[in-house]
């Protein structure tokens, strides 16, 4: 083990890395793309209501009220526009808020069940007291039908807020409010089934039952899954519509049902292959075996949210927005509305029973005293989340929908619409009184939370590891990186200016994962940094070989040892004898332990880290788990 700083600090390095090119499932990329939809939502609520108040409002609800059939033979389904939308395509965006919570059941934070008791208890709680404050203004009243209406998170707006109020690395509280949001939206579904359904037909229900359990067992079929589980899908809607029961809940269940998990390395070996015998032979056969290969060495989750999320945010949602959110506002109304019970109990609600709901519910599942888990949140932070989750939209805009008609319901959109706009205000107030909290008791209140769930399999050894920077650096950032892999090569810019600028904050540890199948001089220069490590120059032969990445041959290796003044007759035996491939093998196995196929990446302080790794994305990981590594460290005993 050599321990070294970084030297020369080159230029900011600003161009794209392999993550940026990618859409899919990480927890944060489907943030990122929940802002862009929230503003797409505002956009398409601001249409919808310039729409209803225009010269042309009579033709709003023309439009939406247009009925849409679709026969075959003596059977069909019928719908106005409206219908079609709130309940086929909204059911597209249930479906992605189940994968990405199935996605971190099975591989994020909740992987860990036993922490799904707060933000299960948080929802809750938060559906309780919004029900209970809409109830207190209308008992005995005619809108009191509609307690529904102040009962669910919009989780677009939600996750949108606390996107642009918090830091990028505020993942834990983009976590929680998800998995809070998803309980949420599960409870809402079933409140419309039993509530606001005047008729279930239960031997539709029944086969809208087993179908999903046919569709369940599709995962186990060896080929041809795709059109068989899209077909069993559809009918599993068409069963749900005709139940009488609102057919949305069938895209939350599958979604809580499609499997997540990462390539594994035979999977993406075998692509390889096959990719290259197509290239070799492109012929129709090969051609389709390359494809599914590539397509089945991810995950159905992963493949569906890469589909669909994009679709949801800025097409579908918005969509929705654009049919619910057009009211006709006259003086009458608004005069009317601020007097409401129906009005003043959806907001309330939403602006002041969800944050109290959440907050209560999670105080009391982590109370030691009933053996709960410690909270992932400080409680800033938490009364921060609450605040954002005050926001109703999607799932309020359709219970209104159901409970009411003519005038209610426009009072019931106007006090959904007050909770947008009042909300995201609240939450703003509290996030700015957070940042005025004194250091010290921040530092307190992080250490106070829950620890994060390691990603790493194997810790780091300063014995064997090579480690870049101070052994008692709070931050450890290690890399499972590929000597010849482009993209290792543009990180290593990255990662000697985040060491530059970071001081003795950060040490930096470097990983094997030679991708033999796509690299083919990877291995070799692999071990040669390893025969470098054995003479005490591995950083200097790491910097030289992610230097020439395209000059690696055995030649090249051996001129980049004589150039550092190693001994190159023993340079050239271990090189030629392998006697460092077993040295290099044990980092590939660490690097399957810890789920990891592709290079370069990253783990911060034993968590991975998702997404690009340009350096103002990696200085804010940093500096966050530094905050929370210091944290920790106020708290321990003296």
């Not at 070989?545 to 007759?569: E, F, I, K, M, W």
Request: glycine share 8%.
């Amino acid at each position: 083990m050599e321990a070294s700083t970084a030297t020369a600090a080159p230029a900011p390095y600003t161009g794209r890395t392999a993550w940026a090119r990618n859409l899919a499932a990480p927890v944060r990329d489907f943030l990122s793309t929940e802002t862009g939809g929230a503003m797409v939502m505002v956009a398409a609520t601001v249409a919808a209501l310039a729409w209803a108040n225009s010269p042309w409002s009579h033709s709003y609800e023309s439009v939406w009220t247009t009925r849409l059939s679709i026969q075959l033979g003596s059977h069909g389904i019928s719908a106005d526009l409206r219908h079609w939308v709130n309940e086929g395509l909204m059911t597209f965006f249930f479906l992605v808020v189940g994968l990405e919570a199935k996605r971190e059941l099975d591989l994020g934070e909740l992987r860990e069940r036993r922490r799904l008791a707060i933000p299960v208890f948080a929802a809750m709680g938060g559906v309780i007291v919004p029900i209970a404050i809409y109830l207190a203004f209308n008992a005995g009243r005619v809108g009191a039908h509609g307690w529904g209406a102040a009962m669910s998170t919009d989780t677009a707006f939600a996750l949108g807020v606390v996107a642009l109020l918090t830091p990028r690395t505020a993942t834990r509280l983009r976590v929680f409010l998800l998995t809070l949001a998803v309980v949420d939206d599960l409870l809402a579904l079933l409140v419309i089934a039993v509530a606001y359904t005047n008729r279930v037909s239960v031997p539709a229900l029944a086969i809208a039952v087993s179908l999903f359990a046919v569709l369940l067992a599709l995962r186990y079929v060896p080929a041809g899954r795709r059109p068989l589980s899209v077909g069993v899908a559809v009918a599993i809607w068409i069963a749900m519509f005709k139940s009488g029961i609102d057919p949305v809940i069938s895209g939350l269940a599958i979604g809580l049902g499609t499997s997540a998990y990462t390539p594994s390395r035979e999977d993406l070996e075998r692509a390889t292959a096959l990719t290259i015998s197509f290239r070799e032979q492109p012929t129709p056969e090969l051609a389709r075996s390359a494809q599914q290969s590539l397509s089945s060495a991810l995950s159905p989750n992963e493949r569906l949210q890469y589909d669909l999320h994009p679709w949801t945010s800025y097409v579908i949602v918005p969509l929705f927005a654009l049919a619910n959110a057009g009211i006709h506002v006259t003086g009458t109304l608004l005069s009317h509305a601020i007097r409401s019970p129906i009005t003043l109990g959806i907001l309330v609600g939403y602006v002041v029973g969800k944050p109290i709901g959440i907050f209560v519910g999670s105080w009391l599942a982590s109370r030691p005293s009933l053996h709960g888990p410690r909270s992932p949140l400080s409680v800033p932070v938490l009364i921060a989340g609450g605040a954002s989750a005050g926001v109703g939209f999607t799932v309020s805009l359709l219970i209104s929908s159901l409970a009411f008609s003519g005038e209610r319901l426009n009072e019931a959109r106007l006090g959904t619409l007050g909770s947008v706009v009042i909300a995201p205000i609240v939450a703003w107030l509290v996030v700015h009184g957070i940042r005025r909290i004194p250091e010290t008791a921040r530092a307190r209140q992080i250490g106070s939370t829950a620890e994060d769930i390691p990603d790493l399999a194997d810790e780091v050894d300063p014995a064997r590891d090579h480690i870049r920077g101070p052994d008692d650096a709070p931050v450890t950032l290690l890399e499972y990186g590929d000597f010849q892999c482009p993209y290792c090569g543009q990180a290593e810019q990255v990662i000697r200016e985040l060491l530059a600028s970071g001081g003795t904050d950060i040490r930096y540890v470097w990983r094997h994962l030679p991708l033999n199948d796509v690299h083919p001089r990877a291995q070799m220069a692999a071990e040669a940094s390893e025969a470098a490590a054995a003479q005490g120059a591995f950083w200097d032969m790491y910097d030289l070989l992610l230097s020439h990445q395209d000059a690696l041959s055995p030649r090249d290796l051996v001129r980049y040892a004589n150039q550092l003044g190693l001994d190159t007759d023993r340079f050239e035996e271990e090189l030629r004898t392998r006697k460092h491939a077993g040295r290099v093998s044990e980092d590939v196995a660490t690097a399957d332990e810890s789920g990891v196929s592709g290079t370069p990446s990253f783990f911060i302080n034993g968590r991975r880290h998702y997404g690009v790794y340009d350096i103002d994305t990696l200085t804010s990981e940093v500096k966050a788990a530094k905050s929370r590594a210091l944290a920790a460290r106020v708290l321990e005993p003296a």
